[in-house]
């Protein structure tokens, strides 16, 4: 019998990631606590979780004055500052990586958010990031914006994991599946070892209830109004329901015949907004067999306190979570324009934050010349 939620979480089939990195975190053993107390086997970072570490970090004191004096410029500076704690944390789930097979133990770390609508430089970004952090259990995150599909096809077929971030739509979540199986199929033909080869889907959910109940809202309906707070887990369920479906197909067979691996959805964006709401909600509802889900801390320490996690909560969803869907067209919700704004400002709150970030840098390089 499982002791704790998180460890039930886990035993149903959930790799519990969190949702945040930053030097503190490795310099007081905070992530081997996690791995051994909170069920952690795995580490997602972005923009906004490296701006925040280095707004309050008085740890990247030292290697901050290292680089001022070095004379490196400001990209370069956050370049190895990023990549120093992913590799760090890297080594720390080392052990749950060698013990899963190299499906958990993951550490990821994103591309310049300036380069979602830049094919090329994403794939740039991703190979000199994967060569720098230098680890087999690291992951390199690319959006999945329309000119990210191509990225990440290119960026597998060389053999670098990915973690494809920022998907809100289950038809862009059909093109990630797609940019996945043909990058495994040009890295077969290049006799890349696909076993060597992982990737998660990233669909975020709390972020698609925020916009979609401002729009209920806005109708003010009885009707509109008790489809709230219902979007985000229907979304995710029929997304879970594609990814059963798309790795069933002889293509994909013929791929994991081969020594491929499937490429696991992954629940992201999983904090509540709604105060009203339960804190643990997209966990409970979102619980399927070989699924990721990356929590900020304070949605884990919810989880391990007073998570009720009950088995699959996912698969037999379907027909219902479909119902959501077109209650909430019925209503007057476009669900098209809902994901693609999402995408957009996705992209756009990450360059903000990296631009936070490359401030917070650029301030302490000159402080410490």
Avoid: C
Avoid at 20 to 45: F, H, K, M, W, Y
Avoid at 69 to 88: L, S
Avoid at 351 to 360: A, K, P, R, Y
């Amino acid at each position: 019998m499982s002791t704790t939620p998180t460890a039930a979480l886990s035993e149903a089939g959930v790799s519990i990631w969190l949702d945040d990195l930053s030097r503190q975190r490795l310099a007081t053993g905070d992530l081997e606590r996690l791995i051994a107390e909170r069920d952690v086997v795995g580490v997602t970072t972005n923009p906004t979780i490296f701006a925040g570490a280095l707004s309050n970090g008085a740890a990247y004191a030292d290697q901050l004055h290292h680089l001022a004096v070095g004379g490196v410029d400001v990209d370069e500076a956050v370049f190895e500052i990023t990549t120093d704690d992913v590799r760090a944390a890297s080594d720390v789930f080392r052990p749950v990586f060698d013990r899963s097979g190299g499906f958990d133990g993951r550490v990821s770390i994103e591309v310049a958010p300036d380069l979602a609508h830049d094919t090329a430089g994403t794939i740039a970004s991703a190979k000199q990031l994967w060569a720098k952090v230098d680890r087999p259990n690291a992951m390199i995150k690319i959006p999945a914006t329309v000119e990210g599909l191509d990225a990440i096809r290119d960026t597998i077929a060389a053999g670098i994991s990915v973690n494809v971030t920022l998907i809100f739509s289950l038809e862009r979540y059909r093109q990630v599946i797609e940019s996945y199986l043909a990058g495994l199929e040009q890295a077969k033909a290049a006799g890349i070892d696909l076993s060597t080869i992982h990737s998660v889907a990233s669909f975020f959910v709390s972020r698609v209830d925020t916009e979609i109940d401002k729009r209920l809202e806005a109708i003010g309906t009885d009707e509109a109004l008790a489809l709230k707070s219902k979007a985000g887990v229907a979304n995710a369920q029929l997304a879970y329901e594609l990814f059963e479906q798309a790795f069933a197909t002889e293509r994909a067979t013929a791929l994991l015949e081969a020594g491929a691996n499937r490429q696991r959805p992954l629940w992201a964006s999983t904090g509540v907004k709604d105060p009203a709401l339960p804190d643990t909600l997209y966990v409970t509802q979102l619980v399927a067999p070989g699924v990721v889900n990356t929590m900020p801390e304070k949605t884990l320490e919810a989880t391990f306190d007073h998570g009720e996690i009950t088995g699959d909560t996912v698969t037999g969803s379907y027909a219902a979570a479909g119902e959501v869907l077109d209650a909430l067209a019925n209503a007057g919700v476009d669900y098209d324009d809902v994901t693609a704004l999402l995408e957009r400002e996705g992209v756009e709150k990450f360059i903000v934050s990296w631009n936070e970030l490359l401030g917070t840098v650029r301030e302490a390089l000159e402080a410490a010349r």
